[in-house]
Nanobody, 117 residues
């Protein structure tokens, strides 16, 4: 599968962005998807995940109440709506396909999100 992330950019603190991740292939709905991020000098961290049906969703504590993950299986796309952005949200954001409970086997190329104070 190929994953193409888009939607990043520069935004002021308190602003919003919506990231998209388009997947190739015909089995998109069979897989959970996740968003991760990596800030300069830091380890990559989990942001959010969504099951294949969209019925099960998890968020990192740092983004709960501000970010919303969703998916449109008809469009083979997963989204990350990011509101009330903070400078500490600045990172490269990656989407990934979940192949098992704790394993992500395919990654997109990343999209840069920069939040200015």
């Amino acid at each position: 599968v190929q994953l193409q992330a888009s939607g990043g950019g520069l935004v002021q603190a308190g602003g919003s962005l919506r990231l998209s991740c388009a997947a190739s292939g015909r089995t998109f709905s069979m897989y959970g998807m996740g968003w991760f991020r990596q800030a300069p000098g830091k380890e990559r961290e989990f942001v959010a995940s969504i099951s294949g049906s969209g019925g099960t969703i998890y968020y990192a504590d740092s983004v709960k109440g501000r970010f919303t993950i969703s998916r449109d299986n008809a469009k083979n796309t997963v989204y990350l709506q990011m509101n009330s952005l903070k400078p500490e949200d600045t990172a490269v954001y990656y989407c990934a396909r979940r192949s098992s409970v704790s394993t992500y086997d395919s990654w997109g190329q990343g999209t840069q999100v920069t939040v200015s104070s």
